[in-house]
Structures are given as structure tokens and as C-alpha cells.
């Protein structure tokens, strides 16, 4: 292969490679910020199972997991 035949595969190599990169960062902005849409919803939610606890095992599981939703989605904490 001849030097500009090198050169032409190393540019498209980096090519793909910074798309890829812009990719990747694309996608985890946005997935971002459709957890953060959810955010209202999720605090509402966590802050009344806090105030009034679910008696059932059901109730209580739920209240369990949108707890760990909004740590997991970086929802404000309780004041």
C-alpha cells in the first residue's frame, strides 16, 4: 500500500472513531435528560410514600423503588 493510501485509512479510521465519540456523548445527554423530565413525578411520588408509609408488602416495595429511581435518575433530595 503507498503512503497516501496510509494516510487515506488512518483519516477514516479517526473519522469513525470521533463519530463514534460524538455518538456515544449524544446519546447520553439525552438519555439524561429524559430522566430528568421524570424527575417531578418521581419526587412527588417519593415524597408522599415518605409522609404517609405504605402499609402492604406491594405498597411497600414500591415506595422502595421509586426511592432508589430517584437516586438513580439524580432527582433533588428531600429538604
Do not use: H
Not at 497516501?4 to 447520553?28: E, F, P
Not at 423530565?37 to 412527588?44: I, L, N
Amino acid at each position: 500500500m503507498t503512503f497516501n493510501g496510509w494516510r487515506v485509512l488512518v483519516a477514516c479510521l479517526l473519522a469513525a472513531l470521533g463519530s463514534s465519540a460524538v455518538s456515544i456523548i449524544y446519546s447520553n445527554e439525552a438519555a439524561r435528560q429524559s430522566e430528568q423530565r421524570w424527575c417531578g413525578v418521581v419526587t412527588t411520588l417519593d415524597d408522599a410514600y415518605r409522609q404517609t408509609p405504605p402499609q402492604t408488602p406491594a405498597g411497600l416495595k414500591i415506595a422502595r423503588d421509586i426511592r432508589q429511581l430517584r437516586a438513580d435518575f439524580g432527582c433533588p433530595a428531600q429538604p
